[in-house]
Structures are given as C-alpha cells and as structure tokens.
C-alpha cells in the first residue's frame, strides 16, 4: 500500500479554497472531502496542548506518556488517518460536536474523553488512562479543536461524530476469507506483511501486536467499510464485497482477546468509571 503525501483537509470551511472531490466519490462523500480544519492553533498553554494531542495521535505506542497505556504496535494515526485530518477515514473533524453521547456498549452516556480512553484499552490494546491525565487532555483537547465551528450535535444512539464511516450497503454475511486471502496477498501484503505482523510501511493488522477482539475493527462489517475508504493506502478502491472478504480473511486469525477487568487501571486511578463488566464487543 503505497505512501503519499495527503491534503490537510477537514472539518469546517474555514479560510482558503475548498478543494476539488475526487470524482469516485459518491455526493455524500465528496460533501465530506469538501471539508477543511482549522489552520491556526489557540495562543498559549491551550495551543500548546492540542500541538501535544496532535503528536501523541501520531506516535500513541511511542511517545512517553501515552506509551504506558498501549499494548500493541499501532497509533491512532493507524485508523485515524492523517491525524484524523483525513476527511474519509474514521476522520476527527466533527467528532467532538457528537459527545456527550449514548454508547450502547457502555450503557450509558459517555463523554468524548470517555471513548477517546475506550479506544485505548480496545484498538490499543492498553490501560484506560486516569480521567484528567495529561495524554487524556491533549489529545480530548486536539480532536475538539478539529471541531472548531462546526455545531454541537449530540448523537443519542450512538458514540459516532457526523462524518463517520458509512457502514457497507451489501450483504454482510457473505464474506469469503479464501477470496480475501487473494486480496490480501496482492494488496494488503506488501506494507502489512504475509505473516499480518506489519513492516516499516504499515502496522500489523493480526496476532499480538495488533487490535483485541474488543476493538470495532475485529468485527467485519467495520473493518470492511473502513478499508473501502482508506486502503490501499493513497489509491483507496475495494469494492464492497472486496473490502468484506479482505476482512474477513484478517479477522480469521488470531488476536488477543479483550477481558475489561484486565484493561483497567488500578482502582484508585480509574476515577468515575460507570460501565459493567460485558462481554467483549467491537460495537460502539
């Protein structure tokens, strides 16, 4: 999967020209890839931490204070692409005006530091930070100010900003593995590994580097729709059912499970943390 060089395009139609939508893209989506962040940080200690947000989101499984809390190989810029600046790949921009939110899987209503700590302990593998730490804070504060101007809409069914990643309009039953290993083999290989455990060009997508089985990509509807509009990396064009069956085909094998208990901090560090111990889900 190739690199390149991506547009910083984004949320809210603030200063410059709008970009032209690549001509794939269907109306909803060339909406969205219409889109552009904000290009200047807030003065002060606030500027200062959504500059700290945005690096921890870029080097989440190296960087010194998110590094304690992530037990895996990835970012969050591994999903998130371009920092969540990518305006079609689980993006950013507009996230923040969903929150507070219903999360079905919580039970409850959640704040966005809530899923941002969420996510840690699911796609990263990780610990739950404390509610208020720094690595909470800075990257809370870099996903709300990629929401600068756009307006407040809670989302009462679920955790999902408004530009989220549309789920697949077939049948997602009919996945075939042996067809997405060809998949695989031919594009997904060279930046991943045959062996699913990443290269210096992309993280591992299998094994115990990768998500747990509690991530919402372990579930193949979303692991589909989501490489259908971010891989091959830079030339994004699977079809439907190609991004199911390469979705299946990774999801066939092993992952580390994801048991709640073991991804909380201790007690007296987990602060307010409502959600029952359930069963491991991807579902947000």
Known sequence: MQ??????????????????????????????????????????????????????????NQHPLSKPFVGNALRCSSCHLDAGTDPTAATFLGVATAYPAWSPRERRVITLEDRVLN??????????????????????????????????KM???????????????????????????????????????????GTDDGPPVWGPMSFNDGAGLAENEKLAAWLKVAMPLGDAHLTEQEALDAAAYVNSHPRPHFELKDHLPKPERLGEYNAELIPATGSP
């Open 3 to 60: 690199t390149r060089a991506r547009l910083m395009t984004g949320c809210c139609l603030i200063g410059g020209l709008v970009m032209a939508a690549p001509a794939h893209l269907g109306a909803a989506e060339s909406k969205i890839a219409e889109l552009r962040a904000p290009q200047e940080l807030p003065p002060g200690e606030l500027g200062r931490t959504i500059q700290l947000g945005k690096e921890i989101i870029q080097k989440t």
């Open 119 to 152: 996510c840690l302990m699911r796609s990263m593998n990780g610990v739950r930070p404390p509610n208020g730490s720094q690595v909470s804070v800075a990257i809370t504060a870099y996903i709300s100010w990629l929401s600068s101007g756009c307006p407040l």
């Open 155 to 197: 989302n009462p069914e679920k955790p999902l900003g408004p530009h989220h990643v549309r789920p697949l309009k077939i049948d997602v039953t009919r996945a075939d593995p042996e067809q997405g290993e060809k998949i695989y083999a031919s594009r997904c290989a060279d930046c991943h590994g045959e062996n699913g455990k």
